[in-house]
C-alpha cells in the first residue's frame, strides 16, 4: 500500500523540509511482528521528481483504534538520514497488536511535520501472541578499544530484548585466541569479562556469543580488540 503525504508550507531558511513524501508500509502487518517502513523524500519538478536527501526524519506510529493493547498511545519509533536520492528505512520492531495506525514524520531542524490521510492508515490483523521484542534478542559490548599492552582488560556486555529489557540469568560465552569464558547476566543483563591473556598487539577478533533460550533467539557478536604495540 502506498500513500503520499503533503508537507505544510512552514520551512526554516537554509533547511527547507520535502514538499511531498512517499511512503510505501507493508500493510496489512501481522499483530506482533516487526515490519519496515519505507519511503522517498521528494519535490515535484517540470519533468518529473527530484530526490531530496535530508538528515534527521523521525517515524512516529499513532494507534486509530481505542484499546488496542500494548500500544495505547504514539511511538516515537527512531530517527534515520536519507540517502543521497531521498530514500528511508526503518525498521519497526515494536509489536503492534490488531487495529488500524496513522504515521506521522518529523523533519529535524524544520519543525515540520506530516502526517498520512485516513485513507491511508497502516493496518494490523491477528492477534498478539508472541511478540517479537520476546523472540529476539541484541548483545552490546563495550569498550571499543585501543588498549594499552600487559593490561588487564575488562569486557563488559549487555544482553537485552529488541525491546531494550535485559535478559538475566542467561549463559553468555567470550572467545578469543587462548581466552574463552563463560558467565551468567545479572540482573541488568549484564557480565563482565576479565582477560587475564596478553593479547598481540594490532586486532584481535572475537566473537561474544548467546546460545538462546525459549523464546528468545541464538545471536552472536564479533569483537575487536586493538592492542597498541609495546613502546
Not at 10 to 15: F, K, V
Not at 30 to 37: D, E, I, L, R
Not at 146 to 153: A, M, N, T
Not at 158 to 184: D, E, F, I, V
Request: proline share 9%; aromatic share 6%.
Amino acid at each position: 500500500m502506498a500513500c503520499v503525504l503533503m508537507s505544510p508550507s512552514a520551512t526554516s531558511a537554509g533547511n527547507p523540509a520535502p514538499t511531498v513524501i512517499h511512503i510505501d508500509p507493508v500493510s496489512p502487518i501481522s499483530a506482533g511482528w516487526s515490519f519496515v517502513v519505507t519511503g522517498i523524500l521528494y519535490r515535484p519538478v517540470e519533468n518529473g521528481n527530484a530526490g531530496v536527501p535530508h538528515r534527521g526524519v523521525q517515524l512516529y506510529i499513532e494507534p486509530l483504534t481505542p484499546n488496542t493493547g500494548v500500544v495505547s498511545k504514539t511511538l516515537r519509533i527512531a530517527t534515520v538520514h536519507s540517502d543521497a536520492e531521498g530514500r528511508l528505512r526503518w525498521t519497526v520492531y515494536k509489536s503492534l497488536s490488531a487495529g488500524r495506525y496513522r504515521l506521522y514524520f518529523l523533519f529535524e531542524g524544520t519543525g515540520t511535520l506530516q502526517s498520512s490521510w485516513n485513507t491511508t492508515e497502516l493496518v494490523v490483523t491477528g492477534s498478539l501472541s508472541l511478540p517479537v521484542q520476546s523472540q529476539s534478542t541484541v548483545l552490546s559490548v563495550m569498550p571499543l578499544a585501543p588498549i594499552e599492552p600487559g593490561e588487564l582488560i575488562t569486557l563488559t556486555v549487555q544482553l537485552t530484548n529488541r525491546a531494550k529489557r535485559p535478559l538475566a540469568n542467561q549463559r553468555l560465552y567470550l572467545n578469543l585466541p587462548g581466552a574463552t569464558q563463560q558467565r551468567m547476566t545479572d540482573a541488568k543483563g549484564m557480565v563482565t569479562f576479565v582477560i587475564h591473556k596478553r593479547l598481540e598487539a594490532g586486532v584481535n577478533l572475537g566473537t561474544v556469543r548467546y546460545n538462546g533460550q525459549k523464546p528468545y533467539l541464538p545471536t552472536e557478536q564479533p569483537i575487536q580488540l586493538m592492542m597498541n604495540p609495546r613502546p
